[in-house]
């Protein structure tokens, strides 16, 4: 499991000695900000990219894919259902960290 860790100095007697704390972001937080961050993407960002976030934010909020394929006159649903079910079997922290890291890339 992945942490981010932010030093810092709080503003008390100890900003003097310059003790830092360490304050751990949850892997969720981290998430969501990446989700926050993924609407304020470039549009040059390309519908492969955008899909391949899709399934991992899918994968991380509801798990593995159960639903049935869509038919074929549903290519824009097809693709998205592929996307997600691209990712079966990954745990619901890594398909985190992947988004966040996809959403930083894509920055």
């Not at 937080?29 to 976030?53: C, H, M, Q, R, Y």
């Not at 899709?54 to 592929?82: I, L, N, R, V």
Request: with cysteine.
């Amino acid at each position: 499991m992945r942490f981010m860790v932010k030093l810092c100095y709080p503003c008390s007697s100890y900003l003097l000695s310059r003790v830092p704390y360490v304050f751990l972001s949850l892997p969720q937080e981290e998430f969501e900000a990446a989700a926050k961050e993924a609407l304020t993407l470039p549009s040059s960002v390309g519908n492969d990219d955008k899909l391949v976030l899709y399934g991992f934010f899918k994968q991380s909020k509801e798990g593995d894919c159960t639903t049935d394929q869509p038919g074929f006159f549903d290519p824009k649903g097809k693709a998205k259902w592929a996307a997600w079910n691209a990712n079966k079997g990954m745990d619901k922290e890594t398909a985190m960290a992947k988004y966040v890291e996809k959403v930083n890339a894509l920055k």
